[in-house]
Protein backbone atom coordinates (compact mmCIF):
# COMPACT_ATOMS: atom_id res chain seq x y z
CA UNK A 1 0.00 0.00 0.00
CA UNK A 2 1.17 3.64 -0.62
CA UNK A 3 2.08 5.42 1.98
CA UNK A 4 -0.89 7.05 3.89
CA UNK A 5 -1.02 10.38 4.72
CA UNK A 6 -2.07 12.25 7.11
CA UNK A 7 -5.87 14.47 7.14
CA UNK A 8 -5.89 15.36 10.70
CA UNK A 9 -8.36 17.31 11.31
CA UNK A 10 -10.80 14.36 9.15
CA UNK A 11 -9.39 11.64 11.08
CA UNK A 12 -10.00 13.34 14.05
CA UNK A 13 -13.51 14.01 13.29
CA UNK A 14 -13.94 10.14 13.45
CA UNK A 15 -12.31 9.30 16.21
CA UNK A 16 -14.47 12.00 18.19
CA UNK A 17 -17.63 9.83 16.93
CA UNK A 18 -16.05 6.32 17.72
CA UNK A 19 -18.36 3.69 19.02
CA UNK A 20 -21.43 6.95 19.43
CA UNK A 21 -23.94 4.98 17.77
CA UNK A 22 -24.88 6.52 15.19
CA UNK A 23 -23.59 5.54 11.29
CA UNK A 24 -20.60 7.54 10.02
CA UNK A 25 -21.01 9.01 6.54
CA UNK A 26 -17.91 10.28 4.47
CA UNK A 27 -19.10 11.99 1.52
CA UNK A 28 -17.14 13.62 -1.01
CA UNK A 29 -16.13 14.02 -4.63
CA UNK A 30 -14.37 10.66 -6.15
CA UNK A 31 -10.66 11.02 -5.38
CA UNK A 32 -10.62 13.38 -2.39
CA UNK A 33 -9.06 11.13 0.01
CA UNK A 34 -11.80 9.10 1.58
CA UNK A 35 -10.68 5.89 1.21
CA UNK A 36 -7.20 7.18 2.63
CA UNK A 37 -8.84 8.10 5.28
CA UNK A 38 -10.65 5.19 6.16
CA UNK A 39 -7.28 3.39 5.72
CA UNK A 40 -5.80 5.93 8.28
CA UNK A 41 -9.08 4.86 10.51
CA UNK A 42 -8.08 1.21 9.93
CA UNK A 43 -4.59 1.67 11.29
CA UNK A 44 -5.71 3.87 14.35
CA UNK A 45 -8.06 0.99 15.38
CA UNK A 46 -5.33 -1.38 15.30
CA UNK A 47 -2.64 0.63 16.58
CA UNK A 48 -5.44 1.23 19.49
CA UNK A 49 -5.70 -2.64 20.57
CA UNK A 50 -8.62 -3.72 18.02
CA UNK A 51 -7.89 -6.68 17.13
CA UNK A 52 -7.69 -7.71 13.48
CA UNK A 53 -10.50 -9.98 12.76
CA UNK A 54 -12.42 -6.92 14.56
CA UNK A 55 -12.07 -4.90 11.75
CA UNK A 56 -14.00 -5.83 8.49
CA UNK A 57 -13.10 -3.60 6.03
CA UNK A 58 -14.18 -3.61 2.32
CA UNK A 59 -14.22 -1.66 -0.75
CA UNK A 60 -17.22 -2.44 -2.99
CA UNK A 61 -16.29 -1.29 -6.02
CA UNK A 62 -13.52 -4.23 -6.07
CA UNK A 63 -14.03 -6.86 -8.30
CA UNK A 64 -13.91 -9.05 -5.14
CA UNK A 65 -16.77 -8.31 -4.09
CA UNK A 66 -18.85 -8.48 -7.41
CA UNK A 67 -21.47 -11.01 -6.26
CA UNK A 68 -22.68 -8.83 -3.11
CA UNK A 69 -24.51 -6.21 -5.25
CA UNK A 70 -27.96 -7.11 -3.33
CA UNK A 71 -28.45 -6.25 0.05
CA UNK A 72 -29.20 -9.60 1.32
CA UNK A 73 -26.19 -11.40 -0.11
CA UNK A 74 -23.88 -8.20 1.20
CA UNK A 75 -25.55 -8.90 4.81
CA UNK A 76 -25.18 -12.41 4.95
CA UNK A 77 -21.54 -12.30 3.50
CA UNK A 78 -20.86 -9.46 6.34
CA UNK A 79 -22.25 -11.32 9.08
CA UNK A 80 -20.39 -14.82 8.85
CA UNK A 81 -17.28 -12.59 9.48
CA UNK A 82 -18.73 -10.91 12.71
CA UNK A 83 -16.82 -12.43 15.89
CA UNK A 84 -18.75 -13.35 18.40
CA UNK A 85 -16.57 -11.66 20.61
CA UNK A 86 -16.15 -7.60 21.36
CA UNK A 87 -17.02 -4.51 19.16
CA UNK A 88 -16.42 -5.56 15.47
CA UNK A 89 -15.55 -2.01 13.15
CA UNK A 90 -17.57 -2.43 9.37
CA UNK A 91 -15.58 0.16 7.13
CA UNK A 92 -17.55 0.13 4.18
CA UNK A 93 -15.92 2.12 0.71
CA UNK A 94 -18.14 3.31 -2.30
CA UNK A 95 -21.04 1.41 -0.80
CA UNK A 96 -23.72 2.81 -3.50
CA UNK A 97 -22.59 -0.33 -5.16
CA UNK A 98 -24.70 -2.28 -3.09
CA UNK A 99 -28.95 -2.47 -3.93
CA UNK A 100 -30.39 -1.49 -1.04
CA UNK A 101 -27.62 -1.56 1.21
CA UNK A 102 -28.91 0.46 3.83
CA UNK A 103 -31.37 -2.29 4.72
CA UNK A 104 -28.46 -4.62 5.85
CA UNK A 105 -26.79 -1.38 7.40
CA UNK A 106 -29.74 -0.87 10.12
CA UNK A 107 -29.88 -4.62 10.55
CA UNK A 108 -25.98 -4.89 11.24
CA UNK A 109 -26.69 -2.01 13.93
CA UNK A 110 -29.90 -4.18 15.25
CA UNK A 111 -28.39 -7.62 15.09
CA UNK A 112 -24.33 -7.29 16.42
CA UNK A 113 -21.93 -4.94 18.61
CA UNK A 114 -20.80 -2.78 15.88
CA UNK A 115 -19.69 0.37 15.13
CA UNK A 116 -19.96 1.33 11.18
CA UNK A 117 -18.19 3.37 8.76
CA UNK A 118 -19.08 3.99 4.98
CA UNK A 119 -17.99 6.31 2.41
CA UNK A 120 -20.19 7.20 -0.99
CA UNK A 121 -18.82 9.52 -3.92
CA UNK A 122 -22.44 10.70 -4.64
CA UNK A 123 -25.18 12.11 -2.74
CA UNK A 124 -28.04 9.37 -3.98
CA UNK A 125 -25.97 7.51 -1.06
CA UNK A 126 -28.46 9.98 1.31
CA UNK A 127 -30.85 10.00 -0.86
CA UNK A 128 -34.35 10.36 0.55
CA UNK A 129 -35.15 6.16 1.45
CA UNK A 130 -32.02 6.29 3.34
CA UNK A 131 -32.39 8.93 4.93
CA UNK A 132 -36.06 7.65 6.11
CA UNK A 133 -34.48 4.23 7.33
CA UNK A 134 -31.45 5.93 9.15
CA UNK A 135 -33.02 8.97 10.00
CA UNK A 136 -31.23 10.52 13.00
CA UNK A 137 -28.83 7.52 12.66
CA UNK A 138 -26.34 8.83 10.94
CA UNK A 139 -23.55 11.32 10.86
CA UNK A 140 -22.29 12.95 7.84
CA UNK A 141 -18.81 14.24 7.34
CA UNK A 142 -18.25 15.85 4.12
CA UNK A 143 -14.57 15.55 2.98
CA UNK A 144 -13.45 17.68 0.22
CA UNK A 145 -10.05 17.99 -1.29
CA UNK A 146 -6.62 19.08 0.20
CA UNK A 147 -7.21 23.03 1.94
CA UNK A 148 -4.42 25.46 1.38
CA UNK A 149 -2.87 24.39 5.08
CA UNK A 150 -3.15 20.78 3.32
CA UNK A 151 -1.28 21.62 0.25
CA UNK A 152 1.60 22.66 2.14
CA UNK A 153 2.23 20.07 4.41
CA UNK A 154 1.53 17.44 1.27
CA UNK A 155 3.64 18.70 -1.20
CA UNK A 156 7.82 19.32 -0.79
CA UNK A 157 9.27 22.41 -1.80
CA UNK A 158 12.57 24.25 -2.11
CA UNK A 159 13.35 26.33 0.69
CA UNK A 160 13.74 29.32 -1.72
CA UNK A 161 9.82 28.99 -2.95
CA UNK A 162 8.04 32.12 -1.11
CA UNK A 163 4.08 31.44 0.43
CA UNK A 164 2.77 33.29 -2.38
CA UNK A 165 4.68 31.09 -5.29
CA UNK A 166 3.25 28.21 -3.19
CA UNK A 167 0.04 29.46 -3.13
CA UNK A 168 0.02 30.13 -6.69
CA UNK A 169 0.39 26.75 -7.75
CA UNK A 170 -2.41 26.00 -5.19
CA UNK A 171 -4.70 28.37 -7.36
CA UNK A 172 -3.15 26.42 -10.39
CA UNK A 173 -3.06 22.65 -9.91
CA UNK A 174 -5.96 22.73 -6.69
CA UNK A 175 -5.99 20.10 -4.30
CA UNK A 176 -6.62 16.88 -5.25
CA UNK A 177 -3.97 14.43 -3.45
CA UNK A 178 -3.20 12.23 -6.23
CA UNK A 179 -1.38 15.16 -8.18
CA UNK A 180 0.76 15.24 -5.52
CA UNK A 181 2.47 11.74 -7.82
CA UNK A 182 3.18 14.61 -10.61
CA UNK A 183 5.13 17.24 -8.74
CA UNK A 184 3.45 20.02 -10.73
CA UNK A 185 3.69 18.81 -13.97
CA UNK A 186 1.05 20.36 -15.54
CA UNK A 187 0.34 17.62 -18.81
CA UNK A 188 0.31 14.58 -16.64
CA UNK A 189 -2.07 16.62 -13.66
CA UNK A 190 -4.40 17.58 -16.24
CA UNK A 191 -4.49 13.85 -17.52
CA UNK A 192 -5.23 12.78 -14.06
CA UNK A 193 -8.28 15.11 -13.16
CA UNK A 194 -9.30 14.37 -16.71
CA UNK A 195 -9.64 10.44 -16.03
CA UNK A 196 -11.58 11.51 -12.63
CA UNK A 197 -13.05 14.27 -14.04
CA UNK A 198 -14.66 11.33 -16.52
CA UNK A 199 -15.45 8.93 -14.26
CA UNK A 200 -17.25 11.65 -12.10
CA UNK A 201 -19.42 12.12 -15.15
CA UNK A 202 -19.88 8.89 -16.44
CA UNK A 203 -20.48 6.74 -13.66
CA UNK A 204 -21.72 9.12 -10.62
CA UNK A 205 -24.10 11.15 -12.97
CA UNK A 206 -24.79 9.72 -16.74
CA UNK A 207 -24.81 6.17 -15.20
CA UNK A 208 -27.58 7.11 -12.61
CA UNK A 209 -29.72 8.88 -14.69
CA UNK A 210 -30.88 7.29 -17.75
CA UNK A 211 -32.24 10.01 -19.63
CA UNK A 212 -29.35 12.53 -19.61
CA UNK A 213 -27.52 13.84 -22.26
CA UNK A 214 -23.69 13.77 -21.78
CA UNK A 215 -23.33 17.09 -24.47
CA UNK A 216 -25.42 19.18 -22.01
CA UNK A 217 -24.03 18.06 -18.88
CA UNK A 218 -20.39 19.36 -20.63
CA UNK A 219 -21.98 22.38 -21.95
CA UNK A 220 -23.44 23.70 -17.99
CA UNK A 221 -20.39 22.57 -16.63
CA UNK A 222 -18.71 24.84 -18.37
CA UNK A 223 -20.79 27.49 -18.16
CA UNK A 224 -20.31 27.33 -14.23
CA UNK A 225 -16.80 27.38 -14.65
CA UNK A 226 -16.66 29.97 -16.51
CA UNK A 227 -19.14 31.62 -13.93
CA UNK A 228 -17.87 30.84 -10.70
CA UNK A 229 -18.89 33.35 -7.93
CA UNK A 230 -21.39 34.95 -10.44
CA UNK A 231 -25.19 35.27 -9.53
CA UNK A 232 -26.94 32.94 -12.48
CA UNK A 233 -30.38 31.64 -12.50
CA UNK A 234 -31.23 27.95 -14.38
CA UNK A 235 -33.13 30.68 -16.52
CA UNK A 236 -30.77 32.55 -17.38
CA UNK A 237 -28.18 29.46 -17.94
CA UNK A 238 -31.73 28.24 -19.94
CA UNK A 239 -31.23 31.82 -21.98
CA UNK A 240 -27.54 31.91 -22.89
CA UNK A 241 -27.23 27.96 -24.09
CA UNK A 242 -30.08 28.13 -26.45
CA UNK A 243 -28.67 31.53 -27.64
CA UNK A 244 -25.76 29.71 -28.12
CA UNK A 245 -27.55 27.98 -30.71
CA UNK A 246 -25.87 24.48 -30.28
CA UNK A 247 -28.69 23.11 -27.96
CA UNK A 248 -32.06 22.82 -29.06
CA UNK A 249 -34.90 21.47 -27.12
CA UNK A 250 -37.22 20.71 -29.84
CA UNK A 251 -38.74 23.43 -32.32
CA UNK A 252 -36.29 25.77 -31.47
CA UNK A 253 -37.22 26.75 -27.98
CA UNK A 254 -35.47 28.23 -25.29
CA UNK A 255 -33.42 25.28 -23.08
CA UNK A 256 -35.71 25.41 -20.20
CA UNK A 257 -34.57 26.41 -16.69
CA UNK A 258 -36.04 23.22 -15.34
CA UNK A 259 -33.38 21.02 -17.46
CA UNK A 260 -30.88 23.14 -16.33
CA UNK A 261 -31.69 23.11 -12.89
CA UNK A 262 -31.78 19.07 -13.24
CA UNK A 263 -28.62 19.20 -14.70
CA UNK A 264 -27.53 21.05 -11.72
CA UNK A 265 -28.74 18.94 -9.31
CA UNK A 266 -26.72 15.57 -10.91
CA UNK A 267 -23.33 17.85 -10.69
CA UNK A 268 -23.84 18.68 -6.84
CA UNK A 269 -24.80 15.04 -5.92
CA UNK A 270 -21.52 14.47 -7.59
CA UNK A 271 -20.29 16.86 -5.51
CA UNK A 272 -18.59 18.64 -7.94
CA UNK A 273 -20.13 21.39 -7.41
CA UNK A 274 -21.87 23.77 -4.66
CA UNK A 275 -24.62 25.73 -4.68
CA UNK A 276 -25.50 28.67 -2.55
CA UNK A 277 -28.52 30.71 -1.96
CA UNK A 278 -28.92 34.02 -1.23
CA UNK A 279 -29.62 35.43 2.67
CA UNK A 280 -31.63 39.34 2.99
CA UNK A 281 -29.48 39.98 5.51
CA UNK A 282 -31.96 43.09 7.15
CA UNK A 283 -35.09 41.30 6.35
CA UNK A 284 -33.65 37.58 7.74
CA UNK A 285 -34.66 35.34 5.16
CA UNK A 286 -33.25 33.24 2.55
CA UNK A 287 -34.60 34.46 -0.89
CA UNK A 288 -35.25 31.75 -3.78
CA UNK A 289 -33.71 33.65 -6.55
CA UNK A 290 -30.50 33.64 -7.81
CA UNK A 291 -28.09 32.03 -6.41
CA UNK A 292 -24.01 31.32 -6.68
CA UNK A 293 -22.25 28.38 -7.79
CA UNK A 294 -18.78 27.09 -6.85
CA UNK A 295 -16.48 24.41 -7.92
CA UNK A 296 -14.87 21.66 -5.38
CA UNK A 297 -11.39 22.27 -6.91
CA UNK A 298 -9.60 24.78 -8.72
CA UNK A 299 -7.93 21.89 -10.44
CA UNK A 300 -10.93 20.97 -12.50
CA UNK A 301 -11.93 24.00 -13.49
CA UNK A 302 -8.45 24.89 -14.98
CA UNK A 303 -8.20 21.57 -16.46
CA UNK A 304 -11.58 22.48 -18.42
CA UNK A 305 -11.03 26.34 -19.51
CA UNK A 306 -6.97 26.56 -19.06
CA UNK A 307 -5.82 28.86 -15.88
CA UNK A 308 -6.32 32.13 -16.61
CA UNK A 309 -5.15 35.05 -14.21
CA UNK A 310 -7.46 37.52 -15.11
CA UNK A 311 -9.55 35.19 -12.95
CA UNK A 312 -8.08 35.62 -9.64
CA UNK A 313 -11.01 37.19 -7.63
CA UNK A 314 -13.20 34.29 -8.51
CA UNK A 315 -10.83 31.90 -8.20
CA UNK A 316 -9.69 33.68 -4.57
CA UNK A 317 -13.55 33.97 -3.98
CA UNK A 318 -14.39 30.08 -4.61
CA UNK A 319 -11.10 29.16 -2.11
CA UNK A 320 -12.52 31.09 0.44
CA UNK A 321 -15.97 29.40 -0.08
CA UNK A 322 -14.74 26.07 0.60
CA UNK A 323 -12.44 27.28 3.08
CA UNK A 324 -15.57 28.16 5.10
CA UNK A 325 -17.18 24.90 4.47
CA UNK A 326 -14.12 22.96 6.03
CA UNK A 327 -14.70 25.39 9.20
CA UNK A 328 -18.15 24.23 9.40
CA UNK A 329 -19.88 27.25 8.61
CA UNK A 330 -23.34 27.58 6.63
CA UNK A 331 -22.23 29.56 4.14
CA UNK A 332 -24.64 32.31 2.36
CA UNK A 333 -24.45 34.98 0.05
CA UNK A 334 -25.77 38.10 1.63
CA UNK A 335 -27.86 40.65 -0.06
CA UNK A 336 -27.82 43.92 1.91
CA UNK A 337 -30.65 46.74 0.15
CA UNK A 338 -29.06 46.76 -3.52
CA UNK A 339 -25.91 45.90 -2.67
CA UNK A 340 -24.20 42.01 -2.12
CA UNK A 341 -21.92 40.96 0.54
CA UNK A 342 -19.82 37.60 -0.91
CA UNK A 343 -20.47 35.19 1.96
CA UNK A 344 -22.76 35.18 5.24
CA UNK A 345 -21.13 32.52 7.22
CA UNK A 346 -23.20 30.78 10.38
CA UNK A 347 -22.56 27.97 12.92
CA UNK A 348 -25.16 27.55 16.21
CA UNK A 349 -23.30 30.91 18.09
CA UNK A 350 -21.40 32.88 15.55
CA UNK A 351 -21.68 34.91 12.14
CA UNK A 352 -19.04 36.37 9.88
CA UNK A 353 -19.76 38.62 6.77
CA UNK A 354 -17.01 38.49 4.80
CA UNK A 355 -16.06 40.28 1.26
CA UNK A 356 -12.92 38.84 -0.89
CA UNK A 357 -11.50 40.81 -3.29
CA UNK A 358 -8.08 40.51 -5.41
CA UNK A 359 -6.82 43.98 -4.15
CA UNK A 360 -7.71 46.77 -1.68
CA UNK A 361 -5.34 49.48 -3.55
CA UNK A 362 -7.93 51.87 -5.62
CA UNK A 363 -9.92 53.64 -3.31
CA UNK A 364 -12.94 53.13 -5.67
CA UNK A 365 -12.59 49.28 -4.63
CA UNK A 366 -12.19 49.76 -1.22
CA UNK A 367 -15.50 52.00 -1.15
CA UNK A 368 -16.99 49.36 -3.42
CA UNK A 369 -15.93 46.43 -0.33
CA UNK A 370 -16.63 48.54 2.41
CA UNK A 371 -20.24 49.45 1.95
CA UNK A 372 -22.24 46.32 2.12
CA UNK A 373 -20.36 45.70 5.40
CA UNK A 374 -21.50 49.42 6.75
CA UNK A 375 -24.38 48.53 5.70
CA UNK A 376 -25.37 45.76 8.50
CA UNK A 377 -26.88 47.12 11.12
CA UNK A 378 -25.98 44.04 13.69
CA UNK A 379 -22.34 43.80 15.65
CA UNK A 380 -21.18 40.38 14.21
CA UNK A 381 -17.51 40.35 13.18
CA UNK A 382 -17.28 41.92 9.22
CA UNK A 383 -13.91 40.91 7.59
CA UNK A 384 -12.33 42.02 3.78
CA UNK A 385 -10.18 39.11 2.89
CA UNK A 386 -7.27 40.44 0.10
CA UNK A 387 -3.86 39.42 -2.12
CA UNK A 388 -3.05 43.16 -0.17
CA UNK A 389 0.43 42.37 2.62
CA UNK A 390 -1.36 45.70 4.31
CA UNK A 391 -0.74 47.59 7.41
CA UNK A 392 -3.99 48.70 7.31
CA UNK A 393 -5.32 46.03 9.15
CA UNK A 394 -8.72 47.77 10.06
CA UNK A 395 -11.34 50.05 8.75
CA UNK A 396 -14.01 51.75 11.15
CA UNK A 397 -14.14 47.85 13.05
CA UNK A 398 -14.12 46.17 9.48
CA UNK A 399 -11.12 43.75 9.79
CA UNK A 400 -8.90 43.58 6.81
CA UNK A 401 -6.78 40.41 6.55
CA UNK A 402 -4.27 38.89 4.49
CA UNK A 403 -5.82 36.03 2.45
CA UNK A 404 -3.03 33.47 3.16
CA UNK A 405 -2.88 34.65 6.60
CA UNK A 406 -6.41 33.51 7.16
CA UNK A 407 -6.43 30.28 5.02
CA UNK A 408 -3.11 29.42 7.66
CA UNK A 409 -5.19 30.55 10.60
Not at 19 to 38: A, E, H, P, W
Not at 92 to 106: G, N, P, R, T, Y
Not at 157 to 184: D, N
Request: hydrophobic fraction near 40%; charge should be neutral; include cysteine.
Amino acid sequence: MAELIDRPAYLAQLIQHKDVDLVKIVTGIRRCGKSSLLDLFHQYLSDHGVAEANIIHMNLESLRYRNLSDYLTFYDYVSERIPKAGKTYLIFDELQAVAHWEKAIESFRLDFDVDIYITGSNAYLLSTEFSTLLSGRYVEIRMLPLSFKEFLTFYEFAPSVTVEEKFQRYLQFGGMPILREYQFNEARSNQALEGIYSTVVLRDILQRNGQADQAMLQKIMLFLCSNIGSITSPNSIGNVLSQEGDIQTGRGKNVAGKTVERYISMLRSAYIFYSVSRYDVKGKQLLKTLGKHYIVDMGFRNMLLGYRDADRGHIIENIVFLELLRRDYRVYIGKVGEAEVDFVADKPNEKLYIQVTESMQSPETRERELRPLRMIPDNYEKIILSMDRSYINSYDGIKSLYLIDWLLA
